[in-house]
């Protein structure tokens, strides 16, 4: 069966930075990953420009994430101290 790239929805939106959801086997018939995220549209589960939420919580002393809005406060308060950016995580990745 023939398969076709789309690129992937968009998590959170927040001053022009773009976090993107990652989907179990980079299939959009599959379910997301909770935690798993990705700053590129060719993110995927195991790509250096994928990230899991729960490390990012930990990097900026904030309580690891459980509920989409606990991720989604994260993943602003990240944005907000610039580390977490279109090109990748401060520190990690660039």
Known sequence: MPYAWVEPEVALEYKRIKIYYIYADDSMANVTRTFRFGYSIFS???GEDSFDVRDLAKM??????????EIKAVLIAAIDKGVLTQEGIEGIKV
Not at 60 to 69: H, Q, S, V, Y
Request: with cysteine.
């Open 60 to 69: 900026i002393g904030m309580p690891c994430p459980e509920k989409w809005e």
């Open 44 to 46: 995927d589960d195991k």
